[in-house]
């Protein structure tokens, strides 16, 4: 680092360590990186007194100090430790840099992720709240960003309280809509970000009781026209009912009888499973999970997807409209978003479960699940320019295990914008992968639930980083995120989503930016060592969600629209940005909703010799 003139003699060193000390109170998860700043600190404080000996002493011209550290920061990073804060503009500043991202970055210093053993060393303690405590708090010398207070105020404005007690949020708080339809529900998927909110802020009681009302209700017997759904199915939403007269109150839930298409939500009890994670590791109390009924109620969603059927895949077959796509988009078969839910939730109840005589066989099955799904999806579902290269070379119409193209993926199906969209470097996980079809549509929160729950390995995890920085305008825009790109037009929209109104072209689920995955976005960069991306996307959510009143969707190829028939104070919308800033503020917080890479599943991943050709 080369400062020339940066300060003067009477007050530059206070203000430096003053700026330090600021620095630190953000950076309290990269105690190692800190401690490369502390080095800074005390080469300057070895340089103060013959500094002051020279003023002594009448010397005046400008001094010219160069300290060499060894350090591991990049250009991008520095902005993070507020160092260009503590001094003004160098006026000589020379940083090797290899690559759009420094790789000797975080995610050098713990093999590519944020670790979670130093996590838990810092974990927060029962009740404890992040620095983004309430609207009116105060974080120390630094301001939070205005629309803060706005975010909390509406998300608290849309809890739902049952019996006095508060079990959820409503999808939206939307005053200018006539049309309520279902949006004054509590959705489970909804509700997630709102529970992180809380859980990061020191109020665990809203998920908790969220949590056992959705078991009490994955109890109910379950009938859609006469047929009877699996005992463990869990609700998609459900409806508090209050009546003034009896004073009483009264749960409707909704298990797919009254959802649009008529479809079961496959992914409810996957983010049920993963949500008790996450009040587990954020509170400490394993009295929750640990419990009979979340024991049998993790058992009842493990026996509907660990079945034994015809199915030769360990992926897991699904109808459209199972998961956040709830309408009709050709994701049917084998969408990367539920096998992505699939797999975190299978690590996360692995943790939970307890070892006796009836979790035990449940344990079991999981891994052996756990280690074919991870092959079969870091194989099959992976798509990078090499693997696209040899799709184009594919043979058609081979037979036996000696099959290159197992999957009779025809070459002609590739569609053109793939060969334009791929970089040289970078990668992600494809739509859909099931005979004869490979949907190679990018799904942002299949990809990004992929980094968190280490369904991507460490290379895999940081090539999807990359992709996003390189087709930023094409998945970014100008609101994040696109929940799929390309969009699907013309003849194929007609065929694929039966004539939808509501997905048209760069709209709803078509290609449509929705604010609430900037949370999952934000989670993974920080796990990737990438949080500049994150913080990028932050900024550009501040500079118009809260001006269009927190629209549910955007539209446009850009998403520079607010969606055609977006719901205004959409609950997730804000609840997503919540998370999003208190995670980025604390990284410390991702430990709830992140999984580290399991080394005994990690055996040499190679394809088979029918994959090499």
Known sequence: IYIANSFTLHDSFSHFYYSLALSSLTLRPYRRRLVRVLEVSVVFSDLVLSIKTKEMEGYKEPLVVRVEVASHCSLSEMDDFHLTRALEKPRQLKIERKRSFDERSMSELSNGYVRQDSFLEMAHSPGSRSMLDTPLSVRNSFEPHPIIAEAWEALRRSMVFFRGQPVGTIAAYDHASEEVLNYDQVFVRDFVPSALAFLMNGEPDIVKNFLLKTLQLQGWEKRVDRFKLGEGVMPASFKVLHDPVRKTDTIVADFGESAIGRVAPVDSGFWWIILLRAYTKSTGDLTLSESPECQKGMRLILSLCLSEGFDTFPTLLCADGCSMVDRRMGVYGYPIEIQALFFMSLRCALSMLKPDEEG??????????????????????????????????????????????????????????????????????????????????????GNCVSILSSLATPDQSMAIMDLLEHRWDELVGEMPLKICYPCIEGHEWRIVTGCDPKNTRWSYHNGGSWPVLLWTLTAACIKTGRPQIARRAIDLIESRLHRDCWPEYYDGKKGSYVGKQARKYQTWSIAGYLVAKMMLEDPSHIGMISLEEDKQMQPVIKRSASWTC
Do not use: C
């Open 360 to 445: 035990r066989e449940f344990i079991e099955r999981i891994v052996k699940r756990l280690h074919a799904l991870s092959f079969h999806m870091r194989n099959y579902f992976w798509l990078d320019f090499q693997q696209l290269n040899d799709i184009y070379r594919f043979k058609t119409e081979e037979y036996s295990h000696t099959a290159v193209n197992k999957f009779n993926v025809m070459p002609d199906s590739i569609p053109e914008w793939v060969f334009d969209f791929m970089p040289l470097r970078g990668g992600y996980f494809v739509g859909n992968v099931s005979p004869a079809r490979m949907d190679f549509r990018w799904f942002s929160l």
